[in-house]
């Protein structure tokens, strides 16, 4: 149990135009994911919350307006990665939350690369 | 602020040694969680200590929560290729996880 899927595994844009990774739990229900932005070698670093029916809360530093986060549904999560320049390319991984330790279960992360 | 610090950041041993990786902080967190990632993968949740004092045992893996659930250790008993891997830990505090800098552990073979 506890299955994160992300779609795509990876992402290949020109700037300025947008991007949309979708986060589901596949065999939960998740109130409450999470996504996080990793520099190769680097650890894990929290963009925002996302929850569900509600607006996202987003970590300091980190542009609302540029990456947009949609938690429509118990099993799905959208990140939007607006007008994307090549300083937005990373490694973009959710996580979603589940039981009362709040342990978080990972998706496989999706790599953007903006030309 | 709640910071995680986690030591050694890099470690290259040969296969059938064994290793510890430690996770200190001077908050205390009321879970912590030790994940492991895989270049290009997400990572998997290996264990989640809640108890100060608790120990979990995985096969080789070996967690330990300290007494006052500000610290944690990761130890990997005759270590093998497959362990090979970044070894994160993550204290829980409310909903959000803080997560230590990672341990980039290689074994050789």
């Known amino acids: 149990g506890a299955v994160v899927s992300q779609h795509p595994s990876w992402v290949i844009c020109k700037s300025g135009t947008s991007v949309k990774i979708e986060c589901r739990s596949l065999d939960f229900q998740a109130t409450t994911m999470f996504w996080y932005r990793q520099f190769p070698k680097q650890s894990l670093m929290l963009m925002a919350t996302s929850n569900e029916g509600s607006k996202a809360t987003y970590e300091q530093g980190v542009e609302k307006d540029k990456f947009l986060i949609n938690h429509a549904s118990l099993t799905l999560s959208t990140l939007t990665v607006t007008s994307a320049h090549p300083e937005d390319s990373s490694f973009y991984i959710c996580?979603?939350?589940?039981?009362?330790?709040?342990?978080?279960?990972f998706g496989p992360g999706t790599r953007l690369t903006v030309l | 602020t709640q910071l995680l610090e986690q030591s050694p950041q890099f470690l290259s041993i040969q296969e059938g040694e064994n290793l510890t990786v430690y996770c200190n902080s001077s908050?205390?967190?009321?879970?912590l969680q030790w994940y492991r990632q895989e270049p290009g993968e997400g990572p998997v949740l290996l264990v989640t200590?809640?108890?100060?004092?608790e120990v979990k045992k995985l096969k080789r893996l070996t967690f330990q929560f300290g007494d006052a659930r500000k610290d944690s250790s990761l130890h990997i008993t005759a270590a093998q290729p497959g362990d090979t891997g970044l070894y994160l830990c993550a204290g829980g505090s409310n909903y959000k996880l803080t997560f230590g800098k990672g341990t980039l552990l290689t074994v050789n073979p």
């Open positions: 996580s979603a939350s589940r039981g009362y330790l709040n342990e978080q279960f």
């Open positions: 200590v809640v108890t100060g004092g």
């Open positions: 908050s205390v967190f009321s879970s």
